[in-house]
């Protein structure tokens, strides 16, 4: 079964910046595009970024475009979210996330939190 394992999430002020890492095992993953999604507190998941599996294209929820940045490295089996100009409503749990033999995955999620 595919494994997902999300770091890099804190306590940032507002303005800072965070680079979130999820390192993915037990599945090709240069074949795969990647997800991450952010759920606030009483909020349904929501997609934040996603690149295709060369990472040759990206694409971006409106509201975090031109402040974040979705990256991968395949040889590494690891997909990045530079997160700048944060905001305190960037607030919430994050999430990488693919699709596997049809299923959803995620990982465990990391929080980030943007607050003075």
């Known amino acids: 079964q595919v494994q997902l394992v999300e770091s890099g999430g804190g306590l940032v002020q507002p303005g800072g910046s965070l680079r979130l890492s999820c390192v993915v095992s037990?599945?090709?993953?240069?074949?795969?595009?990647m997800y991450w999604y952010r759920q606030a507190p009483e909020k349904q998941r929501d997609l934040v970024a996603q690149i295709s599996s060369d990472g040759g294209s990206t694409d971006y929820a409106a509201s975090v475009k031109g402040r974040f940045t979705i990256s991968r490295d395949n040889a590494k089996n690891t997909v990045y979210l530079q997160m700048s100009s944060l905001k305190p409503e960037d607030t919430a749990v994050y999430y990488c996330?693919?699709?596997?033999?049809?299923?959803?995955?995620w990982g465990q999620g990391t929080q980030v939190t943007v607050s003075s």
């Open positions: 996330g693919t699709i596997w033999r049809g299923s959803q995955y």
């Open positions: 037990r599945m090709i993953f240069s074949l795969h595009t």
